[in-house]
């Protein structure tokens, strides 16, 4: 399995690329890994050093990959962080080059958008080329509970909500949801929950709360969802599997008190996961 995945990098931790490519180069697949920018750290220390790569720079390295004769081997397309609409709009340009070679490939999309107390953190006009460009695209889309909402335009307070949420933006395009960090009344204070959507089915994952803030856990679920998913063609076995691996590897980064999560140290947890979850339909 081939997989390119246009995200962010850092040099020091691990987000964006830096967080999805080894989880993912751990269960065998080979990653053609293009970044949107180079930080010697992510943001949320407040201090960074680096550079933000435009779109005719994020072309040039898949025509690059082109001339070697390989695009048409690939077999799916992962996106994250998109700094800006021209960024995006390079990385669709990939994902229509690859389906013209491959009309197999999936393409996967982390529609980052916000979070809940956060709000929206991306730039001017993301949100939007999320909604009306990237999101329609998408063959699989994995939003946080925050970001469901802005594209369904709903408040997801109940389950049901959320099922109705995940209908309204399976209908502009993407087959394959998984929503993330999910809170709902029927969630326990001491749980949180995941939720699969596929052929108008459902099913949730029900993980123990961690007391723990890192950043680049939820880069580390998408690549996982999305290769789980494209190897089983099943949502609730692909929920399973990337919720019992992004759970073990962040016990292990809890119980050490790192600040950066332990995406080497807790490599085991990709392909041996040490806790289990079952994905019950709802």
């Known amino acids: ?9 850092v040099a020091y931790g691990h987000v964006g690329n830096a967080s999805a490519v080894f989880p993912m180069q751990r269960l065998g697949v080979e990653v053609w890994p293009i970044h949107t920018v180079q930080f010697s750290n992510h943001t949320g220390y407040g201090s960074w050093k680096g550079r933000v790569f435009d779109g005719p720079a994020i072309e040039d390295l898949v025509e690059g990959i082109a001339e070697r004769g390989v695009l048409e081997r690939c077999n799916g397309v992962l996106s994250g962080y998109m700094g800006s609409a021209d960024i995006g709009n390079a990385i669709l340009s990939a994902v229509a080059r690859v389906r013209a070679l491959n009309p197999e490939a999936l393409y996967c999309c982390d529609p980052v958008i916000g979070d809940v107390g ?6 001017p006009g993301i949100p939007e080329f999320m909604r009306e460009q990237a999101v329609p695209a998408a063959d699989i889309i994995t939003p946080n ?3 469901l909402d802005y594209l369904s335009g709903l408040t997801t307070q109940t389950l049901d909500d959320v099922k109705q949420a995940v209908s309204i933006v399976q209908e ?6 998984l929503v993330t960090s999910v809170e709902t009344k029927e969630t326990p ?3 949180v929950d995941l939720v699969a959507g596929e052929g108008g089915r459902f099913w949730r994952v029900r993980t123990p709360k961690l007391s723990l803030s890192v950043n680049g856990a939820g880069d580390a679920i998408a690549a996982l969802f999305f290769v ?7 949502a609730p076995m692909a929920l399973a599997e990337a ?13 050490a008190g790192s600040r950066e999560i332990l995406t080497i ?16 339909e709802i």
Do not use: C
């Open 145 to 147: 509970q925050f970001e």
């Open 265 to 280: 140290a807790a490599q085991e947890e990709f392909v041996s996961p040490s806790h289990r979850f079952e994905a019950v």
């Open 1 to 9: 399995m081939n997989v390119l995945s246009i995200q962010s990098h």
């Open 189 to 191: 204070t001491d749980g």
């Open 243 to 255: 919720s019992a691996s992004v759970y073990g590897l962040l016990k292990r980064t809890e119980e």
């Open 172 to 177: 502009m395009g993407p087959k394959v949801m």
């Open 228 to 234: 789980h998913y494209a190897r089983s063609r099943s």
């Open 118 to 123: 956060r709000g929206v953190f991306v730039r």
